[in-house]
């Protein structure tokens, strides 16, 4: 390792899937809040959700740049920008995700040396996932005889296949609605395998991480449910998630299950389940950084945030689709950073995104940033849009398959709330959104005044914006929805 690279601090981005921020304070995080150096409290995703949301952390560009916007989408090299840059500048690149959004299926292998995806099928660290070909029985045996003959992770793959095969087909995965279903303690525990690993110890890191402790759906984890002062009648928790929750919420005619009142109540009690979720990954974190070498540590950036917020009735929406509200698209940015880049505030209230985040590790990895100051004044910087001076944000469509709810519910009621794109714009405490139906070259206009996560509706009208690009977007009558195959195949893939 030359001088250069000794002087390149390893990089960590852990993101927590489906965290907002305005959940994300001192009682539910309390160890975040006292391990990081500085939070970003104004920071914007990209997107409502995982798939455009990472592909714009891989490439510093917004959706309608990269195109990566619904689910039949996948990365492609070319847009693989911070890890290309990291691999240049002496980095070794990492991967660790139980999201089949990101992961090798949606291209994330690109750029990256060392992919340990679909975690939630595999019981031990390695670089293979036989979920990855879930769709191609032929191609599954030819790559798993391969990895099981010659691969380094032999042992691990055998056992991975085999458990990977009880879990699709032969387990009972009905969902419990107390504890967590999800596998952040695994995913720890393969990060730590790598980042032991004497192969990589003359390079710097590059790790890209994935937890869904925090994504739907929301179970109550009793242990922080206590810690919180949250109770939970048994039969709350019995009747706390239905499959079609977020569907019938907004589409559906039948009355809410017993033993809620309304569905606004019931999902006031999802939400504190997920609360319940944030806290135990807090408490997760925690032990996975106690076991840390601290001199390791003293080196490292350190970054943890969320690719997208989640909704519980806000301007009556749920889940995280179409809506740009700050519920939806308002994520934390906590920062740690090596300790030899000086002195850092607590709190910067600048409006940052993750277009700027990715373009400014960047920079860190060209080793053009080594002190906190220059690191935030290139994050804000680099957030803005530099032909509006403002955040972008952007959505086309759902992630749902609307084929399947036009079936079940009113086809004009889905198509109206769910077959639409939209550009929001985010200066200061302004927010303007662009709309326009996909089979329309109509385009509405909505200005909301911001205020502490939540948005008031100040002027709506008919009006194209002043970017040519963005007015020529919206206008593209384009009803490319998901196909009943892609749709399976994320079912076999485990993803609800």
């Known amino acids: 390792m030359d001088d250069h690279q000794r002087d390149a601090p390893d990089i960590a981005i852990m993101i927590a899937d489906d965290l907002r921020a305005s959940s994300t304070t001192t009682d539910r995080m309390p160890f975040a809040f006292d391990f990081f150096d500085t939070q970003f409290s ?73 992919i340990d995806d679909q975690i939630n099928y595999k019981l031990k660290y390695s670089d293979f996932s036989i979920a990855n070909h879930a769709d191609d029985p032929t191609t599954a045996a030819k790559k798993t005889l391969s990895n099981l003959l010659v691969s380094d992770f032999r042992k691990a793959n055998l056992l991975n296949s085999i458990f990977a095969v009880y879990e699709r087909y032969l387990a009972d995965n009905s969902n419990s609605n107390t504890g967590t279903v999800h596998n952040t303690r695994r995913v720890l525990s393969h990060i730590n395998k790598y980042w032991e690993n004497d192969r990589i110890a003359n390079k710097p890191t590059l790790t890209f991480v994935n937890f869904l402790e925090t994504h739907n759906p929301h179970t109550v984890v009793q242990s922080s449910a206590a810690e919180l002062d949250l109770e939970f009648s048994d039969e709350e928790i019995e009747n706390l998630n239905k499959e079609d929750d977020d569907h019938e919420y907004l589409f559906g005619q039948d009355p809410v299950r017993d033993p809620f009142d309304s569905w606004d109540q019931l999902y006031q009690r999802k939400c504190d389940a997920y609360h319940t979720g944030i806290h135990n990954f807090d408490t997760l974190f925690k032990d996975f950084i106690s076991g840390q070498d601290e001199n390791e540590l003293s080196d490292k950036l350190i970054i943890l945030t969320g690719d997208h917020g989640e909704m519980f009735g806000e301007e009556e929406m749920v889940g995280h689709q179409t809506s740009l509200h700050p519920a939806g698209i308002q994520v934390p940015l906590f920062v740690k950073f090596p300790d030899s880049w000086g002195e850092a505030d607590s709190t910067i209230n600048d409006p940052v995104s993750w277009l700027g985040l990715s373009r400014t590790l960047r920079s860190v990895v060209n080793q053009n940033i080594s002190d906190t100051k220059s690191f935030y004044d290139k994050l804000i910087r680099n957030s803005r849009n530099p032909d509006t001076d403002s955040l ?105």
């Open 42 to 114: 104004r920071c914007f995703s990209p997107s409502t959700w995982t798939l455009p949301s990472h592909a714009s952390l891989f490439s510093g560009d917004n959706p309608i740049e990269h195109g990566i916007t619904r689910k039949n989408h996948s990365l492609e090299s070319r847009h693989v920008k911070l890890p290309s840059a990291a691999k240049e500048a002496g980095y070794t690149t990492a991967l660790f995700s139980e999201n089949p959004f990101f992961s090798s299926y949606r291209g994330f292998n690109n750029g990256i040396e060392f």
């Open 392 to 496: 972008v944000c952007i959505v086309d469509g759902p992630n749902w398959n609307i084929d399947k709810l036009k079936r079940q519910y009113d086809e004009g009621a889905v198509s109206d709330m769910l077959e639409i794109r939209r550009i929001g714009l985010i200066k200061s405490d302004k927010m303007t959104v662009y709309s326009s139906k996909w089979d329309s070259d109509e385009i509405w206009e909505q200005q909301y005044r911001l205020d502490d996560y939540d948005r008031i509706l100040v002027k709506e009208q008919k009006a194209d914006p002043d970017i040519k690009r963005f007015a020529h977007w919206l206008g593209t009558n384009d009803q490319d929805t998901v196909s009943g195959e892609v749709s399976q195949r994320l079912e076999d893939l485990g993803y609800v």
